[in-house]
């Protein structure tokens, strides 16, 4: 016998809430069963169960059994309708599209019937009253299909590649950011001019060589020659081995080692980055910043003699 069917007598329900509740528990699960088995097994059970346990709830609340319907009736009857909307709430299909859908797939068969072969665009919308762009609608409507990303057999989402970094390659990236923000910082002042006015202020040559007082070619080789020591800064204490042995050990190269190690402190000083992912920000703190001061006391200021030869 199907549950909600038998005919108690009214004297036998139960009086409260909750022992309504309790005692037709199970009526909520032959339903969810007996709907599982005609929808796809995408639908979750565990949304099913909510929607007809809520809808029990309400059943036993608005109850009267005055009117000498037993309650398992009556709460199986709120129990479907409950579930019949979890399913139209789950649905990306309008009811007038079911319904387009529907008129279509009827008009197919009764022309192929008739015309022994599949109609055309043109047939169906003559036959459906409407116009050749309803029918593609309509069709597409028909011929449209939801996946689940959880779906337990073959599940979409093993199809699609995480394109998100790992844990590991997110700490790399803001460890290389935090160290790249020291390296901008520490550069002599007019390459360090070219490259936050490039890159991060988004001027134009001929505005840099303008404020620095010379050429728009000589603003190119600066900014070469400022990608090059960022480069090797970050090379040097980040992948040294990257880093090319210098040609002899003269005035250029000790200047570049300063450079190298002023870096290293100013990174140092800064602390770790509080960020695993990020990016520099638009305006790089200036050089007479206290870590600078710092890095003059310990040996790694910039020469003027650097800043001339960058001029």
Request: glycine share 8%; aromatic share 4%; hydrophobic share 40%.
């Amino acid at each position: 016998m199907v549950p909600g069917d038998e005919k108690a007598p009214v004297t036998s329900e139960p009086r409260t809430v909750d022992e309504l509740v309790l005692s037709h528990l199970p009526l909520v699960g032959y339903h969810v069963s007996d709907m599982l088995h005609r929808v796809p097994p995408t639908v979750s059970r565990d949304d099913l169960m909510s929607a007809g346990n809520m809808a029990l709830v309400m059943a036993a609340r608005a109850y009267d059994p005055t009117t000498g319907v037993p309650f398992s009736r009556y709460a199986a009857l709120r129990i479907s309708g409950a579930l019949l909307d979890e399913l139209r709430s789950m649905d990306w299909a309008t009811r007038g599209a079911r319904r387009r859908a529907r008129e279509l797939g009827n008009a197919t068969d009764t022309l192929r019937a008739s015309l022994g072969r599949t109609p055309t665009r043109q047939e169906l919308a003559a036959n459906l009253g409407t116009d050749v762009a309803a029918v593609d609608a309509a069709r597409q409507d028909a011929e449209r299909r939801v996946l689940s990303m959880d779906a337990t057999e073959h599940p979409v989402a093993e199809t699609f590649r995480d394109e998100a970094d790992t844990p590991e390659e997110a700490l790399l990236a803001g460890e290389r950011v935090h160290w790249l923000r020291s390296a901008v910082t520490c550069l002599p002042d007019r390459l360090r001019v070219v490259i936050e006015g490039l890159f991060l202020d988004d001027r134009s040559v001929a505005d840099l060589a303008d404020e620095l007082g010379v050429t728009q070619s000589r603003i190119s080789q600066m900014r070469t020659e400022a990608l090059g020591l960022l480069r090797d800064g970050l090379n040097a204490n980040l992948d040294p081995d990257l880093v090319g042995a210098p040609d002899r050990d003269g005035v250029a190269e000790r200047r570049r080692r300063g450079y190298f190690a002023a870096v290293a402190a100013r990174a140092a000083l800064a602390g770790a980055p509080t960020t695993t992912v990020g990016l520099p920000q638009p305006r790089i703190a200036p050089t007479g910043a206290p870590v600078d001061r710092v890095a003059q006391h310990r040996g790694y200021a910039r020469s003027d003699g650097y800043r001339r030869a960058s001029a």
